[in-house]
């Protein structure tokens, strides 16, 4: 089945180290988007690529960096992870043309803890 | 004003009972309207479009008040598997895929 692949599903690294997820889509969607997600809290858009442009949401930190080497993948790198980072992290595609808005299909999250 | 607000519950429904909810959006030219549902520890997943004209899935009704800025989620006979948390996405100023924004989500338990 088509689907939304997100590796790992745990991520548990130390304060300041590195790390990166993974996200990988078989939908052959132009567009791929990183949310993070704290406890009872909405998503929160960090940046998406439009194809293999990238756009990036005003109030994300400099410390979250995206890489998109093709369609299929897109990486999301948080260079110097803080406790405040700690989160559920989700990857979702959409299928997008000119104006409208098309759905969103989800990956299951990797959830990070930082130590 | 928040971009979309909703009431976050929880909202305690017996099972069978018909429940409302609605979602406010601050930008007045958004165009794409949506309600996702997630379970908990979960990913969330569409459960319908809304449309100018309202939209009806089973024992799911939309509707889309442009003038007032809102938009509703009906459910009827409610279901002990209907207990979730539902998000109200609306798209944002620059239209199509940017400034997506989430409503906090509207958690509801359907009781037996």
């Known amino acids: 089945d088509a689907m939304v692949i997100q590796n790992p599903r745990y991520q548990v690294t130390q304060f300041g180290k590195p790390v990166t997820l993974s996200c990988s889509q078989t939908?052959?969607?132009?567009?791929m988007y990183w949310y993070q997600q704290k406890s009872s809290q909405a998503p929160k858009l960090l940046f998406h690529?439009?194809?293999?442009?990238?756009?990036n949401e005003a109030d994300t930190p400099d410390n979250f960096q995206s890489r998109r080497p093709n369609t299929s993948f897109c990486f999301l790198d948080i260079r110097s992870p803080g406790l405040g980072d700690a989160a559920m992290y989700l990857c979702?595609?959409?299928?997008?043309?000119?104006?409208?808005?098309?759905?969103?299909?989800f990956g299951p999250g990797t959830r990070l803890t930082v130590l | 004003r928040k971009e979309v607000e909703q009431d976050p519950g929880p909202f305690n429904v017996p099972e069978g009972a018909t429940v409302a909810f609605n979602c406010t959006y601050s930008n007045s030219a958004s165009q794409s309207f949506f309600w996702y549902r997630q379970d908990c520890r979960k990913e969330p997943k569409l459960l319908m479009s809304v449309y100018s004209s309202g939209n009806e899935d089973g024992r799911f009704t939309a509707q889309l008040n442009r003038a007032s800025q809102y938009i509703s989620l009906l459910i009827r006979d409610s279901k002990l598997s209907d207990s979730a948390t539902y998000l109200c996405?609306?798209?944002?100023?620059?239209?199509?895929?940017?400034?997506?924004?989430f409503g906090k989500g509207t958690h509801l338990i359907i009781q037996p």
């Open positions: 996405v609306v798209n944002g100023p620059g239209g199509g895929a940017d400034g997506l924004t």
């Open positions: 979702a595609t959409s299928r997008e043309g000119g104006w409208t808005y098309n759905e969103q299909f």
């Open positions: 690529y439009y194809d293999k442009d990238f756009n």
């Open positions: 939908l052959n969607h132009n567009v």
